[in-house]
């Protein structure tokens, strides 16, 4: 039990764990641990005040000694100061903010989200703490790993539906891989900004590159490790790095790897229904050149690097231009050298004739 | 002072020959090429060197990419009508039979060469005797012909690649990329070395400028021509 409680002060940080002094659970559970325990609020719903004494042992709170009180911060006693709230859902809205006293640094950050502003804009669903780790049954979020991206799902269920069809999510939620990105690994997690900004947008190849340009992960998989090397000298590649070094708010169009590849819906290449598969390359380069013709595809060397098989034309391009044209160059630099070793050798011959 | 007579006795007065080498329109020319090869040396390079700080200090907001490429569109279509005009005119002489060929290659060209390199290589005291263009300036002619064929080429190829890959395969488009880009460098580097130095460094020539060359000159690196234009069979090309 101590080892585990190690472990847990170890792991979870930003944790203050209080001294395990507050015998309230035992107090409270007298009442709370019964099933039919519920009241109704001022809006009608029914709310219920029942408590699993099971579910609040399996927490990581209430072993911790971190017991009702540190939450419920104004119920003391028996009988309670009277409800002030509507709503089930203003309740919750006012309880999760009892969070900030231990985890103070993960509640900032929400602060900056994109739930926190899209609830000051009057969206009281945008989720809070309790929404995504649980109320009197929090646990740790990543176990299993697939539970993050089915946490976002209880909301974002068109999404997750998608992501549980690509590349990334069939293999986290059939195979429970441990590489595959979940959602926050791309969105963050308390802070999740706005995804569709320019700013985003412009991130967005090194994003994939977290993972795409780590040689040892790639390996594992028998994927290339160079792409985001040879998309960065792409005519793309090259505008995206130039609007994210000087111009990261202004929207751009160059594709980045998303505008291919999929968002949530990344398959592989492979795969007949990817959108960079060959037999579907034209339709996805029209996305953005809709005159583009057939012949077209052939314009894009595919993040490979130049070879005779794939990309000839370049190939015999880059051929002429590393041997023949530095030839004839270094054969001017030798001539025009020559030319000047005679001219002085002549002059000091005419100086020394005088 | 027209109508006084020519001093040409006096010691104070020094008279100089010149020779026409190049006529009005040929100066022109000239004149519009080095124009437009520099606009677009200078609004090239900080498109193909985006990545660079310097670059980006220039091209420092997303419209100044878009006047750039203009200007580099407009003196790239100056340069090209130059283009057409030689090469009408070139069609035109050779249809009326008075193409001079002066600066045709030439088996004599591999003759001379081989001539001064041994020349500078000390294996021979004559330096051989030119004609009105020695093979170095017809390499820097022929040079540039074949980089400006690749440039245009490969900057239309750039400049319209979807119309071209209607037609050609789609490969072109980044070979033309790496074409346009390498081949400008390489003719930028060959002008500065082996023109700036011959023209410049060897000995100044302004005659492209002036359209005339002096006598001194002529006779020196131009042997056979000022035979051709004097009659005078003694060449002092060599001897000094």
Request: hydrophobic share 40%.
């Amino acid at each position: 039990v101590f080892t585990s409680l190690g472990i847990y002060l170890f792991v979870a940080q930003p944790v203050q764990a209080a001294p395990a002094a507050q015998e309230t659970e035992k107090y409270c559970l007298n009442c709370h641990n019964n099933p039919e325990l519920k009241m109704t609020l001022p809006s009608g719903e029914t709310l219920s005040l029942y408590v699993s004494p099971e579910t609040l042992s399996q927490s990581v709170h209430s072993p911790l000694g971190i017991e009702c009180e540190a939450c419920h911060t104004n119920i003391t006693i028996y009988p309670h100061p009277a409800n002030t709230y509507q709503t089930s859902r203003e309740f919750s809205r006012a309880y999760y903010q009892a969070c900030q006293k231990c985890h103070p640094t993960n509640y900032e950050k929400t602060q900056d989200s994109m739930h926190a502003q899209v609830a000051a804009d009057g969206n009281l669903n945008a989720p809070v703490c309790t929404d995504c780790h649980g109320a009197h049954d929090v646990h740790a979020p990543d176990q299993p790993r697939a539970h993050i991206s089915e946490t976002c799902g209880k909301c974002h269920t068109e999404i997750l539906a998608t992501y549980t069809g690509s590349v990334h999510g069939a293999a986290l939620l059939q195979e429970n891989n441990p590489d595959v990105p979940v959602c926050t690994d791309c969105h963050g997690v308390h802070n999740i900004q706005d995804p569709r900004t320019a700013n985003f947008r412009v991130q967005t190849p090194e994003m994939c590159a977290n993972c795409h340009a780590n040689q040892e992960l790639m390996a594992k998989y028998g994927l290339p490790a160079n792409v985001y090397d040879i998309y960065k000298l792409s005519w793309h590649g090259v505008d995206v790095s130039v609007y994210k070094a000087r111009w990261p708010t202004i929207w751009h169009d160059s594709a980045i790897c998303t505008d291919c590849h999929g968002i949530h819906d990344i398959l592989k290449t492979t795969d007949a229904a990817s959108k960079v598969n060959p037999s579907n390359l034209l339709k996805t380069c029209q996305k953005c050149h809709p005159e583009a013709g057939p012949n077209w595809t052939g314009a894009w060397t595919g993040h490979n690097e130049i070879s005779l098989e794939r990309t000839p034309f370049v190939f015999y391009t880059q051929a002429f231009y590393t041997s023949f044209t530095p030839f004839v160059l270094w054969l001017s630099v030798i001539y025009v050298a020559l030319q000047i070793l005679r001219a002085t050798a002549a002059r000091i011959k005419r100086s020394l004739q005088r | 002072m027209s109508n006084q007579p020519a001093p040409t006795t006096s010691k104070m007065v020094r008279t100089e020959r010149v020779f026409q080498r190049f006529a009005p329109g040929q100066r022109w020319e000239h004149a519009i090429l080095i124009l437009s090869l520099l606009v677009l040396l200078l609004t090239g390079l900080p498109q193909k060197y985006r990545a660079t700080s310097w670059s980006q200090a220039i091209l420092s907001t997303p419209q100044r990419l878009d006047t750039i490429q203009t200007i580099h569109h407009i003196a790239a279509i100056v340069l090209a009508l130059e283009a057409v005009y030689h090469i009408g005119q070139f069609i035109y002489l050779i249809a009326r039979r008075k193409l001079p060929g002066a600066m045709l290659p030439a088996w004599q060209d591999v003759k001379d060469a081989w001539q001064m390199v041994k020349y500078l290589l000390f294996l021979s005291k004559e330096k051989p005797k030119f004609g009105k263009y020695n093979f170095e300036q017809k390499f820097t002619y022929w040079f540039i012909i074949f980089g400006l064929g690749i440039m245009g080429f490969s900057g239309l190829i750039l400049w319209f690649p979807i119309l071209f890959t209607r037609v050609l395969p789609g490969g072109i488009v980044p070979a033309a990329k790496l074409a346009h880009s390498s081949e400008a460098i390489a003719a930028a580097v060959f002008v500065v070395i082996w023109h700036f130095y011959h023209v410049h460094i060897e000995r100044l020539n302004l005659s492209i400028f002036t359209g005339w060359l002096n006598e001194k000159d002529t006779r020196e690196f131009h042997p056979l021509e000022y035979q051709r234009l004097t009659g005078e069979k003694n060449s002092q090309g060599e001897k000094k």
